[in-house]
């Protein structure tokens, strides 16, 4: 199983970016999104269930980001809007075959993408 996170760039603040996210294999129950800048641990963005009806977002992303899963296409998505440069992170997609609840952290997901790289300039 892979995920193949793609979609980061450079970005002036106020801008939108849409990162995606691929994976192989069978469907995962929950996706996750998280990021990590530098020196600072990794935190939760986003999460969506297998139905897409659940999910969950950090404070600091709320009103801004959105996330959303084709699973037709094995894909989560996550849509930034009005992006900060407290934004600015490398962005992790991360899958889970559970499915008690929307999981927000680290720990409960099995599976993650590379990163992708998210800039945003002030």
């Known amino acids: 199983v892979q995920l193949q996170a793609s979609g980061g760039g450079l970005v002036q603040a106020g801008d939108s970016l849409r990162l995606s996210c691929a994976a192989s294999?069978?469907?995962?129950?929950?996706y996750g999104w998280f990021r990590q800048a530098p020196g600072k641990e990794r935190e939760f963005v986003a999460a969506?269930?297998?139905?897409?009806?659940?999910?969950a977002y950090a404070d600091s992303v709320k009103g801004r980001f959105s996330i959303s899963r084709d699973n037709a296409k094995n894909t989560v998505y996550l849509q930034m809007f009005s992006l900060e440069p407290e934004d600015t992170a490398v962005y992790y997609c991360?899958?889970?075959?559970?499915?008690?609840?929307?999981?927000?952290?680290?720990?409960?997901?099995?599976?993650w993408g590379q990163g992708t790289q998210v800039t945003v300039s002030s």
């Open positions: 991360a899958g889970t075959y559970n499915s008690a609840y929307v999981y927000t952290s680290v720990g409960e997901y099995d599976y």
């Open positions: 294999g069978r469907t995962f129950s929950n």
């Open positions: 969506i269930s297998w139905s897409g009806y659940r999910n």
